[in-house]
């Protein structure tokens, strides 16, 4: 018999028994910040949890790592941790399980209604790499500004390539994006445009959450990584093309991607997603050794971004890709990350890049869907080569289980004008 909660969650909801991602939420305005578990509708509290004994195993047993206002010191503690307390987690929320069901006062002090609580970043982010890992999306871009000749550089299919962003600037879904002041190209004989971006995008990604990390010096083993991954998030990498295209050689991005990126608040678990894995793309030409998975998995999660124009009531959808597009793994990505020693500490986000697929309905950003801007989009009407200010982006991501949807609830955001 398929497990099932106590607590009612209906059959589109993205937080089902099975998966239980974790996310860090105040009960309301004046309240500390603490971990807590979606289920259906409700919040599940950790610290009241804790606070009642249900964390029992070798573990977790007398941890005060959900009495923190982030997910760090549990990150740290690794897989055994997570493992025990998704155990606990399903036990107390299972239907057949009175120890929560049937106890009401603990049920008052640790069910909050999804809709009526504040969420907050889940992780205190010590620093961000963003990857380049979608090959039709490094296809696309590299025929746009250097032709179809040679569009995808020798080493891109080497190594996973990306560069190191800003932690500072990553907010949680909701929160607005401020449109960027920055250079762009000159046009002829004039200096360079000095303004508010011409040209803001979004960024359909992923990214993969750090768990415990690593020492300086010691990289980690690609066939291990998995284990340094407590799970995954959705992510916009809002993106001003014009800052970037002006400024981007020869040391990359820089203020054109640096003023926002926004996740979402519900981190879902590898364990989660281990009932949708799939074979990740053939690599050719293989991989050096370090890179050299024995199971190289990506993971079939359905991916939607829709636009509400400024002033519309309706949303659009304008790209439906899938994780599965990406070339390069995640555990790919964590090790090349590693294997000059660097080292990773629980947190830290690893984007994916932009995750684009084959179809021209699966570009994962403006850029490429509307050529650069020469082939405007039509949203209900309204026509769009880049973002204008009052326009919001929504990202959802999901997986279609037997019966369930493990999903990542949403990845919002609005545009709004550049600050005087």
């Not at 059959?11 to 974790?22: G, M, T, V, Y």
């Not at 891109?156 to 002041?181: C, D, K, M, Q």
């Not at 093309?241 to 879902?268: C, N």
């Not at 090790?335 to 080292?343: K, L, Q, R, V």
Request: with cysteine; charged share 20%; hydrophobic share 35%.
């Amino acid at each position: 018999m398929a497990l099932k909660s106590f607590i009612d969650v209906g059959p589109a909801s993205h937080f089902p028994i099975q998966n239980l991602p974790f996310g860090v939420f105040r009960p309301d305005g004046g309240s500390p910040a603490r971990p807590g578990v979606a289920i259906g509708d409700q919040v599940l509290d950790l610290s009241a949890v804790a606070s009642a004994g249900l964390f029992a195993g070798p573990a977790l047993a007398g941890s005060d790592c959900f009495h923190q206002p982030n997910l760090n010191k549990f990150l740290a503690l690794g897989r055994p941790a997570w493992r025990e307390a998704r155990a606990t987690l399903q036990k107390i929320l299972s239907s057949t399980e009175p120890v929560l069901r049937d106890n009401t006062e603990l049920r008052k002090k640790s069910l909050f209604p999804m809709d009526k609580v504040e969420m907050v970043l889940p992780i205190a982010i010590g620093d961000y790499t963003d990857f380049f890992s979608s090959m039709h999306h490094a296809k696309n871009c590299g025929t746009m500004f250097r032709g179809p000749q040679n569009p995808i550089p020798q080493n891109w299919f080497h190594l996973p390539i990306a560069y190191h962003g800003r932690a500072s600037s990553i907010v949680i879904s909701g929160t607005n994006i401020f449109r960027p002041r920055g250079q762009g190209y000159p046009s002829g004989d004039s200096p360079p445009y000095f303004g508010p971006s011409l040209k803001l995008d979004f960024e359909l990604e992923m990214a993969a959450v750090v768990g415990p990390g690593n020492e300086l010096g010691k990289p980690i083993d690609v066939n291990n990584a998995a284990d340094h991954i407590f799970g995954l998030v959705l992510m916009n990498d809002w993106s001003a093309r014009d800052i970037q295209a002006w400024e981007y050689v020869p040391l990359g991005p820089f203020l054109g991607k640096s003023f926002g990126t926004t996740i979402s608040p519900w981190i879902v678990t590898l364990e989660a997603l281990e009932a949708f894995a799939c074979e990740a793309p053939k690599q050719e030409p293989k991989p050096l050794p370090y890179l050299a998975e024995k199971v190289s998995n990506n993971y079939d999660i359905s991916l939607e971004v829709q636009i509400k124009p400024a002033g519309q009531k309706d949303s659009c959808t304008v790209t439906k890709s899938n994780f599965k597009n990406l070339y390069w793994t995640v555990t790919q990505q964590l090790a090349h990350h590693t294997i000059n020693g660097c080292n990773l500490r629980p947190g830290d986000i690893l984007g994916t890049g932009t995750i684009s697929g084959p179809e021209p309905e699966s570009l994962g950003c403006l850029l490429e869907l509307t050529w650069n801007g020469q082939k405007p989009l039509s949203l209900n009407g309204t026509p769009r080569k880049f973002l204008e200010d009052g326009d919001e982006v929504t990202i959802t991501g999901l997986c279609k289980g037997d019966g369930y949807t493990v999903g990542f609830g949403t990845c919002s955001g609005k545009v709004v004008p550049a600050p005087q």
